[in-house]
């Protein structure tokens, strides 16, 4: 990874002018700044990757830069420039974070190497992290779980495509498990045993983006200090997962498009050209096509995508579904978390499959993880223990809450409507659920039915029996959900 931005803080004008102009020179986005003040402004307004500190300067110095910037918490790699000669002050420098040090004057050369020390320390780092993630990813992984005929139907896809080396395109909200799906093909295809490369193209910065795609030769760019193999080479024989692939760039597009046609590319920087044997697996969460007609995606590269789709159904569309995850889920935390799997009571599953699951199965699985942790192994696991949000019991009131906001009114009647049903049609009952009194749900119903329905009569008798009829059923019928 090349450097985002870079700060440069010297009150010599002279050296500013020249580190900023070199750094730009390699298309590296740098700021030239004078005082302690305004670099911590900078910082704070917003990140750097890397701040080339004088230590002497006009309002401070630059330990206590280092120490401003460790107390605002901010992750930024340190030069330090000093113009002493004291290794003592450098030493310190270090010990505080510092990632490197200069000893003025410099050379060019010398400064080089410092920033290309620092690019090859960030790489490390960037790596260690991915590693990382890789293997809590595999620590934390269950198994792919489904029961509706939906995803029935999605499985026997999978395993059709899986036995080709054609190309997938899936798409499926957020959380549906797109990821799973990806590499159940691989899994069950005849590259099983060969890499599985995933690619998230929205996590990378777009000018670094065709390295990540291709790979880059020495010296192609800044920071370019070795080859390195891009992932449709380290997926040779395998699988490569390009997820989120709405997010890359027009001039990315055609050429991913020549790699599809022709399964050749070259390096970034490099002439020779590599033929690979990749199986493409696209996913994305926005509607591609849509993003073809508003011109954003290349029309002939969907089409090289979607040879064949599959469209995971949201959780909302398969709540037949939520009980067996959730059970199934809480099976897995118990053992994970070395707890008895806790019981779940009958209104807490009720409102887990009516909440409409916004984040889908990665929002269900968090949920029950959290009640699992949090639960004291006595009691069934209530729905207050769900930690269903406000928000989130209202979003499944309302849906479609994002994009279109109820009035008050709406919000009033869907509660009287599901008060109703929750009681049988009970207004007694009813009322006491909403916590207002029977006469105003009865004012209410009046007013929402406009008074086209000559019920006073009727209701009268029916509050002392305690009873309702069809007929006023049918009256409030206006009111359910369509
Ligand atoms: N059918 C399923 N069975 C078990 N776990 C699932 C299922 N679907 C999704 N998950 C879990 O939900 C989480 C999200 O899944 P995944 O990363 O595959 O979703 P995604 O569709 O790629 O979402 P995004 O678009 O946000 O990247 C993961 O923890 C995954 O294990
Ligand atoms: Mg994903």
């Known amino acids: 990874m090349s450097l985002q931005r870079v700060l440069v803080v010297d009150d010599d004008p002279a050296i500013r002018r020249m580190l900023v102009s070199r750094l730009q020179r390699q298309n590296i986005p740098t700021v030239g700044i004078a005082t302690m003040q305004q670099t ?229 920087g490099g002439n020779r050209t590599l033929r690979v044997d990749v199986r493409i697996v696209a996913a994305t969460n926005r509607d591609l096509l849509q993003s073809v007609e508003k011109g954003e995606f290349r029309q002939d590269l969907y089409f090289r995508l979607n040879v064949v789709p599959i469209k995971i159904p949201s959780l909302r569309e398969r709540k037949g579904e939520v009980e067996y995850l959730v059970r199934e889920f809480l099976r897995y935390f118990a053992q994970k978390h070395g707890k008895p799997t806790p019981r779940i009571s009958p209104f807490a599953m009720e409102q887990l499959t009516s909440y409409n699951w916004p984040g889908n199965v990665r929002e269900l699985r968090n949920y029950t993880e959290r009640a699992l942790i949090l639960w004291e192994g006595i009691k069934d696991l209530e729905a207050t223990d769900f930690s269903l949000t406000p928000s989130a019991v209202d979003a499944g009131l309302f849906p479609d809450m994002n994009r279109e906001f109820p009035t008050i009114e709406q919000v009033e009647k869907r509660l009287i409507t599901l008060a109703l049903e929750k009681t049988g049609g009970q207004r007694t009952e009813a009322a006491r659920l909403l916590g207002i009194n029977v006469r105003t749900l009865r004012n209410k119903l009046h007013e929402y039915e406009g008074g086209e329905l000559p019920l006073k009569q009727k209701e009268e008798i029916r509050e002392e029996g305690g009873e309702e009829d069809q007929a006023s059923k049918n009256a409030l019928s206006f009111l359910l959900p369509k």
């Open 40 to 268: 911590l402004e900078e910082l704070r307004r917003e990140p750097a990757d890397l701040l080339i500190v004088d230590l002497q300067l006009p309002d401070g110095n630059g330990l206590e830069v280092l120490q401003a910037v460790k107390q605002l918490g901010i992750s930024v790699d340190v030069i330090m420039m000093t113009g002493f000669g004291t290794i003592e002050t450098a030493i310190e420098a270090m010990k505080l974070g510092a990632s490197n040090y200069l000893l003025k004057p410099f050379s060019l050369g010398q400064f080089e190497l410092a920033i290309n020390a620092v690019i090859e320390q960030r790489n490390l780092r960037d790596e260690n992290r991915t590693l990382k993630e890789r293997l809590a990813e595999e620590n934390n992984s269950t198994p792919l779980l489904y029961c509706s005929s939906e995803m029935e139907r999605v499985m026997g896809l999978v395993k059709r495509v899986a036995a080709t080396d054609a190309t997938v395109l899936i798409q499926g909200e957020s959380g549906t498990g797109k990821e799973l799906i990806s590499r159940a093909i691989h899994e069950n295809s005849a590259r099983a045993d060969k890499p599985y490369i995933k690619l998230n193209c929205a996590a990378v910065p777009d000018n670094l983006l065709e390295s990540e795609f291709f790979g880059h030769e020495r010296g192609a760019f800044t920071g370019a200090t070795s080859r390195r193999e891009g992932r449709f080479e380290q997926a040779n024989g395998g699988t490569l997962l390009l997820d989120e692939i709405s997010e890359i760039p027009p001039n990315l597009q055609s050429k991913l498009l020549r790699v599809l046609q022709e399964q050749e590319f070259e390096r970034v």
